[in-house]
Every structure is written in structure tokens, then in C-alpha cells.
Nanobody, 122 residues
Framework: VQLQASGGGLVQAGGSLRLSCAAS????????MGWFRQAPGKERDFVAA???????YYTNSVKGRFTISRDNMKNTVTLQMNSLKPEDTAVYYC?????????????????WGQGTQVTVSS
């Protein structure tokens, strides 16, 4: 599986961005998909995940602001980010895991995209 993330950019606090991740491969629909982010000098942290059943899971800091969704016909997963804060600034990565179990742990994921920069100015 190859993953290609896009949609990052510069936005003011309170604004919105929509990240997309396009996946190759015929088994996308069976994968659990996740978004992670990594700020400079920090570890890569979990943001959100979605199962093939469309069950979702979010880290507490983005609940109510971010929405993860998927389109199995188009092999894409999307992260809609609203009410952005400066602390959301990071490189955002999409990831895929073969097991259907939702996970916030980076090493549970088998495939990673290249990352897209999100910068939120105050």
C-alpha cells in the first residue's frame, strides 16, 4: 500500500483545513486508517483513526474539532480540521494498518505516507 497525503498549508487560528490521503492497492477497504502528527522536536502523536466499519477514534485534544472519514470507493481518507489552534501545528501523516483493531500506537501501523505540513498562526 502506498499513501499520499495532501492538503496541508498555513491557516490562522480558528480556521479550517482539510487533509486527504490517497491510497493505492485493492484492499484499502479492509484497512484501519489513521492520522498522526509530529511537531518539531517532539514524538509522532496519534490524532484520529477509522476502521473499515467506519468506527472512529480521536485523541482528546481534537475531539469536537476534527473529523476523520473515508471513501472506500475512492481509496481515500480525509481529516477535516476546524477551529485550528497554534498547537495543532505539525507535520501530519496518514497511516494504514492491516489489522482492523483501532490503535493510537505508531508501531501498530504498517504503512505511512510522506506527511503534509500544517501551520496555524496565532
Amino acid at each position: 500500500v502506498q499513501l499520499q497525503a495532501s492538503g496541508g498549508g498555513l491557516v490562522q487560528a480558528g480556521g479550517s483545513l482539510r487533509l486527504s490521503c490517497a491510497a493505492s492497492g485493492h484492499t484499502f477497504g479492509s484497512y484501519t486508517m489513521g492520522w498522526f502528527r509530529q511537531a518539531p522536536g517532539k514524538e509522532r502523536d496519534f490524532v484520529a483513526a477509522i476502521r473499515s466499519s467506519y468506527h472512529t477514534y480521536y485523541t482528546n485534544s481534537v475531539k469536537g474539532r476534527f473529523t476523520i472519514s473515508r471513501d472506500n470507493m475512492k481509496n481515500t481518507v480525509t481529516l477535516q480540521m476546524n477551529s485550528l489552534k497554534p498547537e495543532d501545528t505539525a507535520v501530519y501523516y496518514c497511516a494504514a494498518k492491516r489489522s482492523g483493531i483501532l490503535s493510537s500506537i505508531t508501531w501498530d501501523y504498517d504503512y505511512w505516507g510522506q506527511g503534509t505540513q500544517v501551520t496555524v498562526s496565532s
